[in-house]
């Protein structure tokens, strides 16, 4: 049981580049998050999913998409990178709205 | 609009020490608090999670404690240890969405 996991740990970007981060989770959760964490920020919620097929936009949705296609996974895709998303992003999931279980988080720069 | 604050935003205390960490909400109407524990350049651990109509959650040196009126928790750390340094983070679920985070307390304990 691994619990939730992202792909990949770590990433280097240049302005203006796309790429798409992976979350999966086998806890066959309906719930699924994606969060930044920013000094001095917190964690803010950036779009969220309530099951297979369905997503919503969180706090700070801008500049990021999402898809739900299968239930275990939870993709969260930059398609033009820009320096402000330098960030950790962390995947949560949950079987309900009211707890969550975390990855171990994906550091991105943004160059 | 929902705000969550945790203060201190950084202790040190000496080792074998009881202490508190304080987590304030502004609006009572919230599902769940949970507690999660961050360990530098990794993911959130959860510690505890307390519903709405419950007052207080424990686990072995750990008691969190809940006052919805009050728009207060509190994590409580029996005799400290160093390998508890890390940063806390309360966690406010007022809806599927509405999920806001405090900034965390900062927590050394010094050997």
């Known amino acids: 049981n691994a619990g939730v996991t992202q792909t990949p740990k770590f990433r280097v970007l240049k302005t203006g580049q796309s790429m798409t981060l992976l979350c999966a989770q086998d806890?066959?959760?309906?719930?699924m998050y994606w969060y930044r964490q920013d000094p001095g920020m917190g964690l803010r919620l950036i779009h969220y999913s309530v099951g297979e097929g369905t997503t919503a936009k969180g706090e700070v949705p801008d500049g990021y998409n999402v898809s739900r296609l299968k239930k275990q996974n939870f993709l969260l895709g930059l398609e033009s990178a820009a320096p402000s998303q330098t960030s950790v992003y962390f995947c949560?999931?949950?079987?309900?709205?009211?707890?969550?279980?975390f990855g171990p988080g994906t550091r991105l720069t943004v160059t | 609009k929902q705000e969550v604050t945790q203060i201190p935003a950084a202790l040190s205390v000496p080792e074998g020490e009881n202490l508190v960490l304080n987590c304030s909400f502004t609006d009572s109407a919230i599902y769940n608090l949970q507690w999660f524990r961050q360990d530098p350049g990794k993911g959130l651990t959860s510690l505890l999670l307390?519903?709405?109509?419950?007052r207080e959650q424990t686990s072995g040196r750990l008691n969190a404690s809940l006052d919805k009126s009050s728009g207060r928790s509190t994590l409580y750390i029996a005799a400290s240890q160093p390998g508890d340094s890390a940063t806390y983070l309360c966690?406010?679920?007022?809806?599927?969405?509405?999920?806001?985070f405090g900034s965390g307390t900062r927590l050394s304990i010094r050997p």
């Open positions: 307390i519903q709405s109509s419950q």
């Open positions: 966690a406010v679920y007022s809806s599927a969405s509405k999920i806001i």
């Open positions: 806890m066959n959760h309906e719930y």
């Open positions: 949560a999931s949950s079987p309900d709205p009211y707890e969550q279980y």
